[in-house]
């Protein structure tokens, strides 16, 4: 998921535009992140706690996505409030929005939906009439913040509404604690909602209060938020309310309500049983309970949840979160980040601020999502001896950059979800593309999980059975993805038949084995053919000549969408749609891109998008072989009309930072054999897309797509994704440490005449910035432009770039280029 659909963005700019009120998150919180980096750079500690460096609000504006709760890492429990607006992570930084509770289950950088969750709020009130006259509705019981008290850190998560009351959560995996702070001593009451979520698609479920255990259990049905919305998910949350008998219950019952002014309560009641509406929207119902007030106005809840039933709710809260005490808790939740962050540790005191901060922040969000969800399976998944993870959100955005970075530290992690990745192909026949609410969601490339255990399998095949994966499986999995034909390729992939047949996805083609939404035809002949590379790769390891020739082949499909005819802006050739009888259907290539004006155009996944590409322009996706670019420079008129192509591409508007396939393209120069454009580039990127505050990514994170590339360009890598080969560029820090604790690697990256004042949107000339030379355990590379995992990161030492001013003498690979199939490249697995 990218870009947001116009339709949506219409919408948003609505309801945004009437509050201008930007005070959150609490400035102070800022602050104390600077404070935290500027101590560290002087203080001469062993170990660095780098959750200190985390600023979780980054991207909760501009469509960003994020969600800045507290969770552990991949986590399954997000704690936020939720919002009005569009709020698809439940909080959004706009201080115009209206909170109507806080609740344990968010995915964080969902794009292009209503977003995900929410349900089970808990909202705080005081009822100086008397429990009938609470507000419980979730229109009637909303509120405003206080302004400047949002704050968040690594394992913790608080606001203050308007009226003074202060929420703060602290989270384990599947439970966590709530605390609510009154500013007074009146009676405080709580509104805990069973029907609401964050896209109103409540189904039916139950609500049960014992109130001699004070224990609450809530079970209900809801839809998906990227999927078909025939299909619900079940969710089940169990909420102890009295504090281990500290805090006394007072009043307690049930409330019923709608949108249109119904409220009602019914005192002393505590069983619910609803059905959906099938009229009128959501039934709104929930619990209403009240507590003797206690000393210091404070009262603690500690929720559990689960996708199995309330029961395992309550004993998930149990068994993680027991007796501890909140502070207990989130210095847990603060020990796991700090394990996860240790990852990577650059050299805080040499690099600039916002750079160590923009770097934590996103190998922060690099392991937030997806979230695991072990042993909480249901549907298909139900008892599953696999790891489960939910929220492959999805895997077209994830496959680029955030596992090839999880793979360069933590390849346990990775098999984990590898593992999850094969055992959708054990359930369904097909890898997941996209999951959402534990429910298939909608296909966008079509099996881009394929490069993701493809990457695995180039990365780990050695160790894979320590991993516990199986490569036969994992091979067979992606065949099936490349072979077998999903009844329904909406949800299951690839439109495989008429793709075989022809050598593309032909536009407007007879297709009677299959049903999907049959636009895009441009993007998905493109996606497919990487992902027939990932399935080659997987088949060359394994030593399957027959099926690496064939898939190889199959690779180079890309081919048969580019049109040499049209012209676009004095270039010429670019990537179209095509009937089955082999003519190319007429767009322009500057359609969906950045510069089209025409906004009823529709770019994603509408019936409509006759435009052939997916949230894309053809000027965008045309850039798009990453394992044959030499052949694309072919294709484009040689090198020079290449570069000068590229230069067109962007000084003319048409790349969009926050947009997947445009992920590779600034680095496109390398293949050229011009990389000191490249770093130009990648730095031109980074200053104009990125930044520390809230509105600062170019879009939907995309369950930390973008984080992940952002990690990337700091460190001065770009990963060629189902391949070992990483690109080299210029490093924004003088130093790093990549830790491998699985390999036992360490692997420190030293960046010789580093210069601080190359760290800026354009390096002033004379500045030392461009790679002049890398030297890997002593030995010269053989390229400046690249390298490999068994060369560097798979072995651990000591690599060296050594950066020049003098950018001429710079500007070529010095050795080989980046790896393309029709030079040759990929001949071998390592
Ligand atoms: C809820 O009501 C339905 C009928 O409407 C019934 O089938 C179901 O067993 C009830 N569930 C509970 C937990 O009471
Ligand atoms: C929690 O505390 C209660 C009462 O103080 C005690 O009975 C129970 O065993 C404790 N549970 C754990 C997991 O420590
Ligand atoms: C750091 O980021 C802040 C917020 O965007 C900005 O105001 C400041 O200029 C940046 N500092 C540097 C040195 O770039
Ligand atoms: C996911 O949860 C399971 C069960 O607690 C655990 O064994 C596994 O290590 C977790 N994986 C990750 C990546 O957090
Ligand atoms: C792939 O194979 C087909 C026939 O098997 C052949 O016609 C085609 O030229 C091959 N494509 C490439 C790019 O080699
Ligand atoms: C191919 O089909 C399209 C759509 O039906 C048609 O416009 C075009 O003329 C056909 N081309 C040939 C060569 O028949
Ligand atoms: C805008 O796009 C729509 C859909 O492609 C098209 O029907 C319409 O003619 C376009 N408008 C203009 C002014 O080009």
């Avoid at 979730?138 to 009351?165: M, W």
């Avoid at 059975?465 to 009844?487: H, K, T």
């Avoid at 001013?805 to 199939?821: I, R, V």
Wanted: glycine residues 8%.
């Amino acid at each position: 998921m990218g870009r947001l659909t116009p339709i949506l963005l219409a919408s948003v700019v609505l309801t945004t535009t009437w509050g201008a009120v930007r005070a959150q998150p609490d400035p102070a919180q800022q602050l104390r992140v600077e404070a935290a980096i500027r101590a560290a750079a002087t203080a001469n500690h062993a170990k660095l706690d780098y959750t200190a460096f985390v600023n979780p609000f980054i991207g909760t504006d501009n469509y960003g996505d994020v969600c800045p709760g507290a969770s552990i890492p991949f986590g399954m429990a997000k704690f936020t409030v939720d919002m009005t607006g569009y709020a698809p992570a439940g909080y959004v930084a706009d201080a115009s929005q209206f909170i109507h509770g806080v609740s344990p289950l968010h995915d964080s950088g969902t794009g292009s939906s209503l977003g995900t969750y929410g349900n089970f709020e808990v909202m705080p009130m005081y009822c100086p009439g008397g429990f009938d006259t609470c507000t419980t509705n979730t229109v009637e019981r909303q509120r405003l913040r206080k302004p400047n008290t949002d704050d968040a850190s690594p394992g913790y998560f608080a606001l203050t509404l308007d009226n003074g009351i202060k929420i703060e959560a602290t989270p384990t995996r599947r439970a966590g604690l709530e605390r609510f702070t009154f500013p007074d001593s009146g009676k405080p009451y709580f509104a805990i909602d069973l029907a609401a979520d964050l896209p109103g698609s409540f189904a039916g479920g139950t609500l049960d209060f014992d109130r001699n255990k004070g224990r609450l259990q809530l079970s209900g049905s809801f839809g998906s938020s990227f999927g078909p919305s025939s299909f619900n998910y079940h969710a089940h949350a169990c909420y102890d309310l009295t504090n281990r008998g500290k805090q006394k219950i007072s009043e307690y019952g049930v409330w019923t309500g709608d949108s249109h002014g119904m409220t009602a309560k019914g005192l002393g009641l505590n069983h619910l049983n609803f059905t959906r509406n099938l009229i009128g929207g959501v039934y709104q119902s929930g619990l209403l309970v009240s507590f003797e007030p206690t000393q210091d106005n404070q009262y603690t809840f500690r929720v559990g949840v689960s996708f199995v039933d309330a029961n395992q709710a309550c004993h998930n809260a149990e068994s993680e979160v027991g007796n501890a005490s909140f502070q207990d808790i989130w210095d847990r939740a603060k020990a796991l980040w700090q394990e996860k962050l240790s990852k990577i540790e650059i050299d805080v005191a040499n690099t600039p601020l916002n750079i160590t901060e923009m770097f934590y922040t996103s190998l922060y969000r690099a392991s937030l999502t997806p979230n695991n969800a072990t042993d909480e399976t249901q549907g298909v998944f139900k008892d599953t001896d696999a790891y489960y993870f939910d929220s492959l959100y999805c895997s077209w955005d994830t496959f680029r950059t955030f596992y090839p970075l999880m793979s360069l530290h933590s390849p346990q992690d990775f098999a984990q979800i590898v593992d999850n990745y094969i055992d959708g192909w054990r359930k369904y026949g097909w890898m997941p593309e996209c999951r959402a609410n534990n429910l298939p969601g909608w296909t966008q490339g079509g099996s881009s999980g394929d490069n993701i255990v493809g990457h695995f399998a180039m990365y780990y095949h050695n160790e894979a059975d320590d991993l516990g994966i199986d490569l036969r499986e994992l091979y067979s999995a992606m065949w099936a993805d490349g072979e077998l034909n999903p009844p329904e390729w909406n949800i299951m992939g690839r439109q495989i038949n008429v793709y075989k047949q022809y050598g593309y996805v032909p536009y407007a083609v007879l297709d009677t084995s299959s049903t999907g939404r049959q636009t895009r035809e441009g993007s998905r002949t493109l996606e497919y053919a990487f992902e027939d590379f990932a399935i080659r790769q997987v088949a060359q390891l394994l030593g399957k000549h027959d099926d690496a020739k064939k898939f190889t082949n199959r690779s180079l499909s890309y081919r048969n969408v580019w049109n040499p005819d049209i012209e676009s802006d004095g270039f010429k050739g670019f990537m179209q749609k095509r009937y089955s009888n082999g003519t190319f259907a007429y767009n322009d290539p500057t359609d969906c891109s950045p510069k089209d004006t025409n906004d009823t155009r529709s770019c994603s996944l509408q019936g409509d998008n006759l435009n052939g590409f997916y949230e894309s322009s053809s000027w965008e996706y045309s850039w798009f072989a990453p394992h044959d670019t030499a052949h694309l420079i072919q294709l484009m008129g040689g090198p020079d009309t290449f570069i000068r192509r590229l230069d067109h591409f962007f000084d003319e508007g048409y790349y969009l930072a926050g947009n997947e396939p445009s992920f590779q393209t600034p680095i496109g120069y390398h293949y050229a054999n011009r990389p000191t454009k490249s770093v130009d580039r990648v730095r031109d990127v980074v200053f104009s897309n990125f930044d520390i505050t809230p509105g600062g990514l170019p879009g939907n994170d995309d369950q930390a797509a973008m984080a992940s590339l952002l990690t990337f360009h700091l460190l001065g890598l770009y990963p060629v994704p189902s391949s070992s080969q990483l690109l080299v560029l210029s490093p924004f820090m003088p130093k790093y440490t990549i830790h491998n604790s699985f390999l036992k690697t360490s692997t420190t990256v030293t960046v010789k005449n580093f210069d601080p004042k190359s760290i800026q949107p354009v390096i002033p000339p004379g500045t030392a910035a461009y790679v002049q030379k890398v030297t890997i355990n002593g030995k010269p590379s053989k390229s400046r432009c690249h390298f490999d995992f068994y060369d560097t990161f798979r072995v651990g030492g000591e690599i060296e770039i050594t950066l020049t001013a003098d950018k001429q003498s710079a500007d070529s690979c010095g050795g080989n280029l980046p790896d393309s199939l029709s030079t040759g490249g990929f001949s071998r697995a390592r």
